[in-house]
């Protein structure tokens, strides 16, 4: 995170619990945030829920 900037914050409530190992991204793509702890979730920015970063596709290799 950048000096000065604004924590994620874990918003109080019910949803699916934060992943250990797992990007959350918010929908335009332009933060991603990497979990290194588990715990309750879900996580917000704004009050805008991050969601798991879909994994990147790997070429084939035929």
């Known amino acids: 995170m950048a000096p000065g900037a604004d924590p994620v914050e874990v918003v109080s409530g ?4 934060v992943q ?3 990007r959350y991204t918010d929908a335009s793509g332009s933060l991603e945030v990497l979990c290194t702890k588990a715990g309750a979730g879900p996580l917000a920015l704004d009050g805008v829920l991050l969601e798991i970063k879909a994994a990147a596709q790997l070429p084939a290799s035929d």
């Open 20 to 22: 250990l190992g797992k």
């Open 14 to 17: 019910s949803g699916p619990a």
